[in-house]
């Protein structure tokens, strides 16, 4: 049988160092997609002429990943992205110089090693501000009967392609809710992660249709990512 050839580079151990950034995702921004966001990170890395590493393979690329992956649509000022660097430089310059080369409405906010494993994260923060084609005190009224309910169901499908009846309502943590004489305005923490991922807009459609609700306009912004104990992620 003859013998699987080795990558070029199997007999290389580079020594890596990795980085974690946190970065907003505003404005126009929000409506690039999480594969444009890798390309778009990938040529900014490129760009900055960081010292990137590499996997190693037979098909070796630049590593990054991204332990939390963002809506279509969604702001956020708690997006987060690993990489690692075949050399030891401040964690300043390594913020300078890729921040520099983000697309309109993405700008690094911090950069410093890895804490916690992405496996770690649990819940996810969010602000949304909406408005419907009722009043918003009368909607806000309506929000506050929606959380009083001892089950919010809603339809998940599983990865058997089948459907099971969820009940959300233990997993919906709002911790503000106010309204002015345009929007509702709250902000809840939901569950993320790989065990159950819960995103904010199902929350408002479900409420929406619950009680036959026309959205006017919803804005959703994704605030902190955090571990089983409430401290943040990043």
Same mark, same amino acid.
């Given at each position: 049988?003859?013998?699987?050839?080795?990558?070029?580079?199997?007999?290389?151990?580079?020594?890596?160092?990795?980085?974690?950034?946190?970065?907003?995702?505003?404005?126009?921004?929000?409506?690039?997609?999480?594969?444009?966001?890798?390309?778009?990170?990938?040529?900014?890395?490129?760009?900055?002429?960081?010292?990137?590493?590499?996997?190693?393979?037979?098909?070796?690329?630049?590593?990054?990943? #991204?332990? *939390?992956?963002?809506? $279509?649509? %969604? /702001?956020?000022?708690? +997006?987060?992205? !690993? #990489?690692? *660097?075949?050399?030891? $430089?401040? %964690? /300043?310059?390594?913020? +300078?110089?890729? !921040?520099?080369? *983000?697309?309109?409405?993405?700008?690094?906010?911090?950069?410093?090693?890895?804490?916690?494993?992405?496996?770690?994260?649990?819940?996810?923060?969010?602000?949304?501000?909406?408005?419907?084609?009722?009043?918003?005190?009368?909607?806000?009224?309506?929000?506050?009967?929606?959380?009083?309910?001892d089950k919010i169901?809603?339809?998940?499908?599983?990865?058997?392609?089948?459907?099971?009846?969820?009940?959300?309502?233990?997993?919906?943590?709002?911790?503000?809710?106010?309204c002015d004489s345009?929007?509702?305005?709250?902000?809840?923490?939901?569950?993320?992660?790989?065990?159950?991922?819960?995103?904010?807009?199902?929350?408002?459609?479900?409420?929406?249709?619950?009680?036959?609700?026309?959205?006017?306009?919803?804005?959703?912004?994704?605030?902190?990512?955090?571990?089983?104990?409430?401290?943040?992620?990043?």
């Amino acid at each position: 049988m003859a013998k699987m050839p080795e990558p070029k580079n199997a007999g290389l151990r580079i020594e890596r160092f990795d980085y974690r950034v946190v970065y907003q995702k505003c404005g126009r921004a929000k409506y690039i997609s999480h594969l444009d966001l890798m390309r778009a990170m990938q040529r900014a890395i490129k760009r900055s002429k960081l010292p990137i590493w590499y996997t190693q393979g037979f098909n070796p690329h630049i590593y990054i990943m #991204f332990p *939390l992956t963002l809506s $279509l649509g %969604f /702001e956020s000022r708690a +997006e987060v992205m !690993d #990489f690692a *660097l075949v050399e030891n $430089l401040p %964690f /300043e310059e390594v913020k +300078e110089r890729l !921040d520099e080369q *983000l697309p309109e409405g993405m700008k690094l906010l911090s950069c410093a090693r890895p804490v916690h494993s992405h496996t770690e994260i649990a819940f996810a923060e969010y602000n949304i501000r909406f408005s419907a084609d009722r009043p918003p005190a009368e909607c806000m009224r309506l929000f506050e009967d929606f959380l009083s309910r001892d089950k919010i169901e809603i339809e998940k499908r599983t990865k058997k392609k089948t459907v099971n009846l969820v009940d959300i309502r233990p997993s919906v943590n709002v911790t503000r809710l106010d309204c002015d004489s345009r929007y509702v305005y709250l902000t809840v923490v939901l569950p993320a992660g790989g065990s159950f991922n819960l995103n904010a807009n199902t929350v408002i459609e479900t409420f929406m249709n619950m009680y036959f609700l026309t959205e006017d306009e919803i804005c959703i912004e994704r605030t902190k990512i955090m571990i089983d104990t409430g401290e943040n992620f990043t």
